[in-house]
């Protein structure tokens, strides 16, 4: 028998619907295999039955679908419901145990995955606020080492304090410096002074031999207590005034914020 | 080759999501098949009811048993509609016998082998049914008989006295002609 009348004698279909022996089915098999015309064939037939089925089909309706879906997709494969069908009263029963289980086994998953789903959530919210109280945590200990070495240069008797009085812009404003003569450094604790625009940066001057010598630039707020300025040597005053951002070469005389003398 | 490949992407998918047992994609299966395999049921089944239980059975066996399906030998649809068959058919089977040993009569409508006619499949898709009128009645009757009213070919052969050879023939004939079928569904 050639390919053409193989093909025409119509075991393909039944070979597609299921309907051959076990024997005739795994020649049909070698047959395919062998040729590709045949291969070809067998997957024709198999997109007309398909397209025949899907163009005669009938939908059951939406709630069986849910039905459906809920009973089969719900549960974990079960030997119960790979059965042979015997008599109708032993398969209501089976299928009612089987449905029993279903509810029960549903239900303890529902619960299950409920529980599992609040324990992951706290569980991430608990990272989270670890997360946080460790942040916290390391900016509390960055504030406390630079409180201590604050502390350390408040308690040093080198550090001479220089208090920064309001001047008439800002009578309340206050500032002190605290300056080591011998090492030269320069410690400001800003006090109570306006906080500064974005396009503003105070400046700190520094009075030696009468000209007043630039010591740097800081905003406000700010967040340590004490701010290491420029070393200055020899000076006889201190002075902040608000300036352009970046700073300027010389203060501008009416924006000096305060201002105090260094005692001699 | 060619005109299956558009229909290969979306099985490769459905498949790999029933393979891992993603019950959305069991959703989507349905949505794609349910409606074609519920009507392969029922013509065979001739119930509603029945029908929806050789669904769901043939559901379970398809959701359960997808690492048997190999995708080398056929293409998913074949399979299940291979499935369903034999839980339509078995379904029917049994309640036949059942009914007989009741009415001590083999003499079921459900059982006569005559074409009838297909109209009362309720086909209601035009192409479809242009396409079967256009049948010889032989051909026609064998496709009724066998691809919708799922009879095997040895029944046919044995209740029409037609040669198996013939039934066989005849459904390919038929299955020619229905390759003409629109496919714009």
Redesign the interface.
């Known amino acids: 028998m050639n390919i053409e009348e193989y ?8 070979y ?4 051959l022996s076990d024997g005739a089915k795994a020649e049909v ?1 070698e047959m395919i295999q062998l040729h590709p015309e045949i291969k ?1 064939e ?19 309706g939406i709630s ?2 849910e039905d ?2 809920q ?5 974990e ?1 079960d030997p119960l ?2 059965f ?2 015997e ?2 009263n032993q398969r209501t029963l089976t299928i009612a145990v089987a449905i029993m289980g279903l509810f029960l086994s549903g239900g303890i998953l529902l619960y299950s995955l409920a529980h599992a789903q609040r324990t992951k959530k706290e569980m991430a919210t608990t990272a989270i606020v670890i997360d946080s109280l460790a942040q916290q945590g390391d900016s509390l200990h960055n504030l406390l080492d630079n409180v201590r070495q604050d502390r350390q240069i408040l308690l040093d008797p080198n550090y001479e304090k220089v208090q920064l009085d309001g001047l008439p812009i800002a009578p309340n404003a206050l500032a002190n410096v605290y300056w080591n003569r011998s090492t030269t450094a320069v410690y400001l604790d800003t006090g109570r002074l306006p906080d500064s625009d974005g396009d503003k940066q105070y400046q700190l001057w520094a009075i030696v031999s009468g000209q007043p010598v630039s010591v740097g630039v800081f905003d406000l707020p700010g967040e340590s207590i004490l701010r290491k300025m420029d070393d200055v040597q020899d000076a006889q005053a201190f002075t902040i005034t608000l300036e352009s951002f970046g700073g300027v070469v010389s203060p501008t005389l009416d924006q000096m914020y305060v201002s105090g003398n260094v005692s001699s | ?1 060619q ?2 490949s558009s ?1 290969n992407l979306s099985q490769v998918k459905i498949l790999e999501g029933l393979k891992a047992h993603d ?1 959305a994609m ?2 989507h299966l ?1 949505d794609q ?8 049921a ?2 065979i089944v001739l119930s ?1 009811e029945l ?2 239980e050789v ?3 043939a ?3 398809i ?2 048993g997808i690492e048997q399906f190999n995708a080398e ?3 998913l ?2 399979w299940m ?2 499935i369903i ?2 839980e339509a058919i ?2 029917r089977r ?2 036949i016998s ?1 009914e007989s040993q009741k009415t001590s009569s083999l003499d079921l409508h459900v059982y006569k082998l005559e074409e009838k006619d297909f109209m009362e ?3 209601e ?1 035009i ?2 049914r242009r396409i079967l009128e256009d049948l010889q009645d032989d051909v026609r009757g064998i496709v009724n008989l ?3 009213k799922g009879y ?2 040895q029944e046919v052969a044995d209740e029409t006295g037609m040669p198996s ?1 013939a ?6 004939q038929a ?1 020619i002609a ?2 003409n ?1 629109p ?1 714009d ?1």
Not at chain 1, 7 to 14: H, K
Not at chain 1, 16 to 19: E, H, K
Not at chain 1, 71 to 75: G, N, P, S
Not at chain 2, 167 to 172: A, P
Request: proline letters at 3%; charged letters at 25%.
């Open positions: 093909i025409a004698s119509g075991i393909l279909e039944a597609v619907l299921g309907d098999e070809l067998v997957q024709r037939i198999e997109n007309t039955m398909e397209q025949v089925a899907i163009t005669s089909g009938e939908d059951p069986f679908r459906l879906l009973q089969v997709v719900e549960k494969p419901v790979d042979t069908p008599s109708v | 080759m005109e299956t229909h019950r069991f959703g349905y098949y349910g409606a074609a395999l519920f009507g392969v029922k013509r509603h029908a929806e669904l769901q059975d559901c379970l066996k959701w359960n030998k056929s293409r649809f074949t509609m291979q068959r034999n078995e379904r049994s309640r059942k499949m309720k086909i898709d192409g479809l066998i691809y919708f095997t070919y050879g039934v066989k023939t005849n459904l390919h299955m229905l390759r079928l496919t569904h």
